[in-house]
């Protein structure tokens, strides 16, 4: 029997399950994005069919890692930058676990940027999510790395001498498997694209437009929004590598002259998750290396055994 | 020691094969019966650069590396004479036979390949022969490895030679080769070490009388590394997930672990960095498995971050550090151990971590275990603390040391049953950071536990996880955390961790951590064959540190060196931060110019230290006590 019940449980999933019952301190601002993002996740999870109990959502730090006190599952407020790589040895211990990562624009492009590319990269099978609210919310209005160039703060009073960074680019020359936009003023394409995303067996990276009405009050607050895989104008197929290279590129440029495009950019339901990699090459058990320290009847190999007649 | 230990120094090149022969040479030798004990040298570069390994052997246990060396096989450098010859400076090409001849001792043997080595570009080398009576057998290694095989079997010409001048029964050196080469090199392999061997004893008359000792084992012994008992420990305690990224001399551990683990069903990882590395090892580790990640100096100060939140967030891990010659990349192959106070108290706030740092191959596979014990018996992070030198050397072990129970018990952990049972705050999120734990550990729940739901975080917080801000909530939780180590102390001295050395009574003594400790085993011993008393103890928990038992050392002598490699007294000054005394009695003896105490250098010290006069030899340093 597996040691981790709560795993594949088969019953009605109430998204008010993943409510807190206590209100958390940690308080976001009246009209944050945030909570767009919130509810959109919230909303997915009966969708998928998962419980508080089998759901690991790690964070990083921001306003946008403050996402686990809102949000009731198993949790990893863990630290600036560095959710990915928590959260995808988490998913390699336990593949069976759905695992969530998700953090700001600061933490995810800019401290973390070097995880992005890797865990993209690997393909783990794993969602993650990026508050994009161009600015450093939590450390009180910092230029960020999405800011548009000209920006100004308190740190850059001359306005930001840099380029943005195309998040949606940056996932997909990576080898993000599944690479989309949505934002916090468009709940049911959130909740829809989060669904897809967690469903997708590779990393799906959800590029997550939320408002900071605190520090960014000039940066619009994405309306009106248009989806790209609902409107002809666009004509594209996500399947499309190059198409959806030209359409990301598209879609981040045309953000900073105020047209917000939405929607599924690319999708590759084809390429194996850095798991099935490292399962068909030998380098991964296929039972949950987490179930093994539970089952009392594995028994557990010696380095006597198995590699001293090497040193004899 | 015996009169008739033998210390063997190959030299050449980097990438020609040192490594390897000197390997099979001690491990025949192990073999024949002899204890056996490695000490390697290698420059920061992947080919040429001079590169010796010394072996000595005694049918006494070897513990150090001992003074000086007794033969030299000095095969050329053969990259030193390719095409990129400008590149190098100095003269690269005679440095297997001219580097190494400061440190042979009176009486000593050499065997040089005449193919690469040239003794006219060697100063004053006939006198220097004469002034020292050692023996030369000049031997064109590389035309009979060419003639008989192909001129990178050298190596195995010079052993063939050295084992005819030493005595050493070919028999051992087939059997290793047979077992590790494929047959087509073989055979040229074993023609040549039977053509160098028989053709040594013909053609030279013997002058010298160093021969091979005898010996032989009451039971089987096998040869490992530190590296090597460090991953074994780690395996057998149910460690199935390593993460790193390659930094010398850490590679090492990563290595055998990257290969061993998916052989066990494991994982490991090669990431982007080291804070990736020890946040992946947190991640797996949050997930339910026994993790750990490592690095040396500059890595691991990468994950200072990780390391904090594993201590906040009381997520067991251990992580390795294997310390180098620092500041910044420093000498990137050579031992110091000098990260002792960034091991202690890098990251921010205040730790509460457990620091080991074990003192000889053997130790190293229990300290490893023992840290995953620790790491997962009470959640919290471990750093198992090493250096270069204890790394990479060999020693023979016997194999019944490592003859034990696996033990893959994940500590302290709930079951889904004991969640039912488990207090549970508002939402069904349960209790992770209980105020009333025993010793301070409250049990964590692994995700994918019904009912065991439960917020991790790096900032303060309640007993569910909650971000929490309140004092008393603050001061309770600072002081459950803190009061582990307490708990860990008490432990640890029920094991009795620390090694002791020479008589119980005496009216000095030697305190050593880490790699230091079999050196300052074998000076305890010389020192009162000389007639001097004198104990020693090698200390090997840094955090929490051994405070009655050190108490009690310190107290029953009349004063103390501290031998450490490194330049501040490190260890010393923990000493007296955490017993707060002992000032006036403690002195330091250091060495921090690359290479590991010789133990007639802390004999030297130590006499220095009690005449009140300076240590003799300039690559040592004697520090006075500060008076208290
Ligand atoms: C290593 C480190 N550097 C800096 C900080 C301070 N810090 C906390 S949140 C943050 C930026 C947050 O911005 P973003 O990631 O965009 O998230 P937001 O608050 O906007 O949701 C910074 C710089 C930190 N906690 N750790
Ligand atoms: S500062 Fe901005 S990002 Fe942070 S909670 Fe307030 S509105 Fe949201």
């Known amino acids: 029997m597996s040691a981790f019940t709560a795993i594949g449980e088969d019953r009605e999933i109430d998204r008010e399950e993943f409510t807190p019952t206590l209100e958390p301190q940690a308080t976001w601002c009246p009209g944050c994005g945030d909570f767009g993002v919130l509810k959109a996740l919230k909303q997915s999870m009966p969708e998928i069919g998962r419980n508080p109990d089998e759901v690991l ?256 | 020691m015996t009169d008739h230990e033998l210390m063997w120094r190959i030299a050449g090149g980097s990438g020609d094969g040192i490594a390897s022969t000197s390997q099979n040479f001690a491990k025949a030798l192990m073999r024949a019966g002899l204890h056996v004990f490695t000490h390697r040298h290698y420059p920061s570069r992947i080919r040429g650069g001079h590169t010796y390994t010394e072996v000595r052997a005694d049918s006494e246990p070897v513990r150090s590396r001992g003074d000086g060396f007794n033969c030299l096989l000095a095969l050329g450098d053969s990259f030193a004479r390719n095409p990129q010859e400008d590149a190098y400076y100095g003269n690269e090409e005679v440095k297997p036979l001219a580097e190494n001849l400061d440190e042979l001792n009176e009486g000593g043997v050499i065997v040089y390949d005449t193919g690469l080595l040239d003794v006219d570009e060697i100063p004053n080398f006939e006198e220097r022969v004469e002034e020292n009576d050692w023996h030369v057998y000049p031997l064109n290694l590389r035309e009979i490895a060419r003639d008989h095989g192909r001129e990178v079997m ?59 000792p005898e010996g032989s084992h009451d039971e089987e012994q096998v040869l490992l590394s530190g590296s090597d008992t460090i991953a074994y420990g780690a395996i057998d305690e149910g460690c199935r997930f390593i993460a790193g990224y390659p930094m010398t001399p850490w590679t090492e551990v990563f290595t055998i672990m990257s290969q061993a683990l998916p052989e066990l069903g494991g994982i490991s990882e090669q990431v982007e960095d080291e804070i990736a590395a020890a946040a992946l090892a947190l991640g797996a580790s949050h997930a339910g498995v026994k ?36 500041p910044s990349t420093g000498l990137p192959t050579k031992p110091e151990q000098a990260d002792l106070e960034h091991v202690l108290y890098t990251s921010q706030g205040d730790s509460n971590r457990v620091v080991l740092a074990p003192g000889t191959v053997a130790e190293a596979y229990e300290q490893s275990r023992l840290a995953f014990q620790l790491a997962y018996g009470y959640n919290i992070p471990v750093v198992l603390l090493y250096d270069q030198k204890l790394g990479g050397e060999l020693m023979n072990v016997p194999a019944s040391h490592f003859d034990r129970e696996p033990n ?95 008589p119980d009574e005496a009216e000095y003594g030697l305190v050593t951590f880490g790699s230091q400790q079999g050196t300052v085993r074998e000076a305890v011993e010389r020192l009162n064959d000389a007639g001097h008393s004198v104990k020693g103890i090698g200390v090997s928990d840094m955090m929490p540190y051994p405070e ?42 250091l060495k921090y110019n690359g290479e590991p105490f010789e133990p007639a250098e802390i004999v030297a010290g130590f006499e220095a230290s009690i005449d009140g006069e300076d240590v003799p030899d300039q690559q040592t340093t004697y520090v006075p006590a500060a008076g208290d």
């Open chain 1, 57 to 312: 959502l790690v964070t990083g730090i921001g306003c946008s890692g403050k996402l686990n006190s809102y949000f009731e599952s198993y949790g990893y407020h863990s630290i600036h930058g560095r959710s990915l790589p928590i959260a995808r040895a988490a998913k390699l211990a336990n593949p069976d676990l759905e695992v969530i990562a998700a953090g700001g624009d600061g933490d995810g492009y800019g401290i973390g940027g070097n995880h992005f590319m890797h865990t993209a990269r690997e393909n783990h099978d794993m969602t993650y999510i990026v508050f994009n609210n161009e600015i450093f919310g939590l450390t009180k209005g910092q230029t960020s790395p999405t800011s548009p160039k000209g920006h100004k703060s308190k740190t850059q009073p001359h306005g930001s001498a840099k380029d943005p960074i195309r998040p949606l680019s940056l996932a997909l020359t990576s080898g993000a498997s599944y690479v989309a936009r949505t934002a916090a003023v468009n709940p049911n394409q959130a909740k829809e694209i989060l669904t897809e995303a967690m469903q997708h067996d590779g990393f799906a990276h959800v590029d997550f437009l939320t408002q900071c009405p605190t520090w960014n009050k000039d940066a619009r607050q994405y309306v009106p929004y248009i989806d790209v895989n609902d409107n002809d104008d666009y004509d594209f197929d996500p399947t499309d590598k190059g198409d959806a290279e030209r359409m990301a590129t598209e879609a981040e440029r045309s953000l900073y002259e105020g047209e917000v495009l939405t929607g599924r950019f690319y999708v590759d339901s084809e390429r194996p998750s850095y798991q099935e990699e490292k399962q068909a090459i030998g380098e991964m058990p296929e039972e949950p290396l987490a179930e093994r320290y539970f089952d009392d009847d594995y028994e557990w190999e010696r380095t006597h055994d198995m590699f001293l007649d090497r040193h004899k």
């Open chain 2, 408 to 502: 893959a018990d994940l500590g302290a952990v709930t079951t889904e049953e004991e969640l039912e049972e488990a207090p549970h705050g508002p939402g069904g999120k349960f209790h992770r950071y209980r105020y009333d734990a025993e010793d301070g550990v409250s049990p964590r729940s692994i995700p994918g536990q019904k009912g065991g739901h439960f917020l991790v975080t790096g900032n303060e917080h309640n007993q569910a996880g909650h971000i929490d801000e309140d004092p008393t909530n603050r001061v309770t939780q600072m002081e459950r955390r803190m009061s582990k180590l307490d708990g860990i102390r008490e432990f640890l001295d029920g094991q009795s961790t620390q090694t002791y050395m020479g």
């Open chain 2, 154 to 212: 050298r190596n195995t010409a010079g052993v063939g030679a050295t084992a005819a001048l030493l005595g050493i029964d070919l028999q051992y050196f087939e059997e290793l080769m047979a077992e590790a080469m494929p047959e087509e090199i073989l055979e040229p392999n074993v023609e040549i070490l039977h053509y160098t061997h028989d053709m040594v004893k013909e053609e030279f008359e013997f002058t010298h009388d160093l021969r091979v």
């Open chain 2, 291 to 326: 993790a750990m990640s490592g690095s040396s100096g500059g890595g691991f100060a990468l994950m200072s971050e990780p390391l904090g939140l594993a201590e906040m967030s009381e997520t067991p891990v251990v992580l390795v550090e294997a310390m180098r010659a620092g």
């Open chain 2, 548 to 589: 009655a038992e050190m108490t009690e050392f310190l107290e029953s002598v009349d004063e103390a060196v501290v031998v450490e490699m490194n330049a501040s007294g490190q260890f010393r000054g923990l000493t007296q931060k955490e017993l707060g005394r002992f000032g006036g009695k403690l002195s330091s003896l």
